[in-house]
């Protein structure tokens, strides 16, 4: 069982770039997300989605994008990098609310 | 909307001392909350968690929160730190829905001296 699994695990971009981080489970989980974690400011909320075909925005979704076209998979798209985009990536999912997030090993993203 | 507050950034502790993190959270309606600790260089991991009865919640390797509903409040405890428990912790507040978001703290970083 794999868990969650978060691709590339270190990227540099430049200005102006996009890409996208990807996001895979295989445990069923309905609920899946996207954090960014910066230094003293804990795990702030991107993206999440409670299912397949529905998307809404947490905290801080200004410059990212997402969508969930199958259970298994939250791609987050960075559409015009930038340097304030600079952080650490979490890929979280779970089950339902009363369960914990499992968290993907985090993708270390640079924009320059 | 719901916050997550957590009071101490940085705290550092020689060992067998006691530890007590602060976490209070904001929101009108009913939450699970959890406690997740992340080592150096690893994604975070559960600690422990309460979703309801005993107000008084035991976890992994010694740790222990007490629910206090009245002050909003969930404080993490370990009578005695390890060298190893040197990690960042962060308290987090699910709203008790399936589509509830999970919301965290700015984390506390937990430094304990052998």
């Known amino acids: 069982n794999a868990g969650v699994t978060q691709t590339p695990k270190f990227q540099v971009l430049k200005t102006g770039q996009s890409m996208t981080l990807q996001c895979a489970q295989d445990?069923?989980?309905?609920?899946m997300s996207w954090y960014r974690q910066d230094p003293g400011m804990g795990l702030r909320l991107i993206h999440y989605?409670?299912?397949?075909?529905?998307?809404d925005q947490g905290e801080v979704p200004n410059g990212y994008n997402v969508s969930r076209s199958t259970t298994e998979d939250f791609p987050l798209r960075l559409l015009s990098a930038a340097p304030s985009q600079t952080s650490v990536y979490f890929c979280a999912s779970r089950q339902d609310g009363n369960e914990k997030l499992f968290f993907g090993s985090g993708t270390q993203l640079s924009v320059l | 909307a719901q916050s997550v507050s957590q009071h101490n950034h940085h705290v550092i502790l020689s060992e067998a001392a006691s530890l007590e993190l602060g976490c209070n959270y904001s929101?009108?309606?009913?939450?699970?909350l959890f406690w997740y600790v992340q080592y150096p260089g690893q994604h975070l991991q559960l600690l422990l968690k309460y979703f309801s009865g005993d107000p008084l919640v035991k976890g992994i390797k010694g740790f222990e929160a007490e629910f206090i509903k009245s002050k909003f409040s969930f404080n993490l405890r370990k009578p005695s730190v390890q060298w190893s428990d040197t990690a960042e912790y962060f308290c987090?507040?699910?709203?008790?829905?399936?589509?509830?978001?999970?919301?965290f703290g700015d984390g506390t970083t937990l430094t304990v001296k052998p």
């Open positions: 989605s409670v299912g397949a075909g529905i998307t």
């Open positions: 987090a507040v699910n709203e008790r829905t399936n589509a509830g978001k999970s919301t």
């Open positions: 929101y009108g309606g009913t939450v699970n």
């Open positions: 445990m069923n989980h309905e609920y």
